[in-house]
């Protein structure tokens, strides 16, 4: 079974400038989230999806930030304009669904951000 | 205070050695879990578990819901066990995960 794919896996940019990333989840996980995890910090939750409806989206800043996920099925996350604090690591994670007990997340690699 | 506080914050040891990781909590959850995160950021999951012990291989997790407490343990460790190790909670009636800011764990040869 295919895992969590992320891409790309690194990228560097200039602040001001916009960047996306693209994940696409397990087959049949219904469930895909967005974290970001900056250095020496465990990952934070950005924005969560059932299917492509947003269930919990209270912790994205959604004055530059913002994400997507049309189809229900794979996703993008842009940020626009990057600021210097945005420098992280973005893990995207899927679930088969929500609200079950003991649901597992799955995370893909990650994309390693820096901005200059 | 942090919901989730894992100790140590890092930690070096002997290859062969026996190591213990702690993670502590102090919110509702109905699951715990263990991540294993390398260099380049992906994160595998090692456990989920709610009540009891999990072992699988030289890893093994157990949690005291009475006590909100776990531990992961690695027994004959090795340096490709070197990696950061994270707990995160399972809120109880969310799917929201609260993290730990991890363990950083270097085994030498």
Not at chain 2, 73 to 96: E, F, M, Q
Request: positive net charge; contains cysteine; proline residues 4%.
């Amino acid at each position: 079974e295919a895992g969590v794919a992320q891409s790309p896996r690194y990228k560097i940019i200039e602040k001001r400038q916009s960047v996306a990333f693209w994940c696409n989840p397990i087959s049949g996980h219904a469930t895909l989230y967005w974290y970001q995890q900056i250095l020496g910090q465990g990952p934070k939750l950005l924005i969560q999806f059932q299917n492509n409806g947003v269930v919990d989206d209270s912790q994205l800043p959604k004055d530059r930030f913002s994400a997507e996920r049309l189809k229900g099925v794979d996703s993008t996350l842009k940020i626009q304009p990057a600021k210097l604090e945005d420098s992280a690591v973005y893990l995207c994670a899927s679930s088969f669904t929500f609200g079950r007990l003991l649901n597992e997340q799955f995370f893909g690699p990650g994309t390693r951000l820096t901005v200059l | 205070k942090n919901e989730v506080e894992q100790s140590p914050q890092n930690l070096t040891a002997q290859e062969g050695e026996f190591i213990t990781i702690n993670c502590s909590y102090s919110v509702g959850i109905s699951a715990l879990h263990w991540l294993q995160q390398h260099p380049g950021g992906g994160i595998v999951s090692l456990f989920m578990l709610s009540s009891g012990k999990k072992k699988h291989g030289r890893l093994i997790a157990t949690i005291n819901i009475q006590e909100k407490h776990s531990s992961l343990h690695i027994t004959a460790s090795h340096p490709r066990d070197s990696a950061v190790y994270i707990c995160a909670v399972k809120l109880s009636n969310t799917d929201k995960l609260i993290f730990g800011t991890g363990t950083r764990l270097q085994v030498f040869p």
